[in-house]
C-alpha cells in the first residue's frame, strides 16, 4: 500500500488546527530611521525622521494603542518649530516630563505597521545657532504588552547630525559705465568712420 504525501498545512486544517506563521511568537526589530540636518544658521529646513519595522513579526502593542511609540530630540543649537500633521492624525505631542530635553517629541506609530514597512515624518527645524559636534536623538521607546526583549535593541536609536552651510556667496557687481569715455568711444568711430568713407571717396575721383 502507497501512502501519498499530504502538506502538513493541509493536514493541520483537516484536522481543526491552525498553522500559524514561522515568526509566531517573534517580535518585530523596530530601527530609528534619522536624517542629517543641513542649511544655513536661521534657516528652517525639514528632516526626515521616524522608524522602521525590519521584522520578521508583525508590529507590536496592544490593540488600539498602536504600534508603539518614538521620541525626537533636536540637537543642540536647534528647534523643531511645528509638530508634523499626517492627514487628520496629530502623532506627535511635546514631551511634557521635567526630565525631558528641550523640545523633545513623542510620536505613535500607526496600527498598520507590518515587517519591511517604514513611517516617517518630515519635521521643519530651524538652526538657531552652530553647535559643534552637535547631535539630536530619534530613539524607539519600550512597547506596552511586549514583555519579550528586542531582538536588536542596537538600531533602536540613531542620532540627529547638524551640518551648517555658510552662506550664498553675493553676486559681483555689475562694472561701472563711464558715459564720459563711451561718448569719446564713440565720436572718435564716427570721425574714423568718416575719414574712411572721405578715402574712399576721394581714390574713385582719381
Not at 525622521?49 to 490593540?63: D, E
Not at 513611517?119 to 504588552?145: M, N, S, Y
Not at 557687481?173 to 568718416?194: H, Q
Request: with cysteine; hydrophobic share 35%; glycine share 14%.
Amino acid at each position: 500500500m502507497r501512502w501519498a504525501m499530504v502538506p502538513v498545512a493541509t493536514l493541520a486544517a483537516g484536522l481543526g488546527l491552525c498553522a500559524g506563521p514561522a515568526y509566531a511568537g517573534a517580535r518585530a526589530d523596530y530601527q530609528a530611521i534619522a536624517h542629517t540636518i543641513v542649511g544655513r544658521v536661521g534657516e528652517t529646513v525639514e528632516v526626515e525622521l521616524g522608524v522602521r519595522n525590519g521584522g520578521p513579526g508583525p508590529a507590536g502593542g496592544r490593540p488600539g494603542h498602536g504600534a508603539g511609540t518614538y521620541e525626537v530630540t533636536p540637537p543642540p543649537g536647534t528647534t523643531i518649530v511645528a509638530a508634523p500633521h499626517s492627514g487628520v492624525r496629530q502623532p506627535c505631542v511635546a514631551k511634557a516630563s521635567p526630565s525631558a530635553e528641550p523640545g523633545s517629541y513623542v510620536c505613535s506609530i500607526g496600527e498598520d505597521f507590518s515587517a519591511g514597512e517604514r513611517e516617517t515624518l518630515g519635521f521643519q527645524v530651524r538652526i538657531d545657532r552652530k553647535v559643534d559636534g552637535a547631535e539630536g536623538l530619534v530613539r524607539v521607546l519600550d512597547r506596552d504588552g511586549e514583555p519579550s526583549p528586542d531582538p536588536d535593541p542596537g538600531n533602536d536609536s540613531a542620532p540627529i547630525r547638524v551640518e551648517v552651510v555658510d552662506r550664498a556667496p553675493e553676486p559681483p557687481p555689475a562694472p561701472a559705465t563711464n558715459s564720459t569715455l563711451l561718448l569719446a568711444t564713440t565720436s572718435g568711430t564716427a570721425v574714423s568712420a568718416g575719414a574712411i568713407a572721405l578715402g574712399v571717396t576721394r581714390r574713385r575721383q582719381r
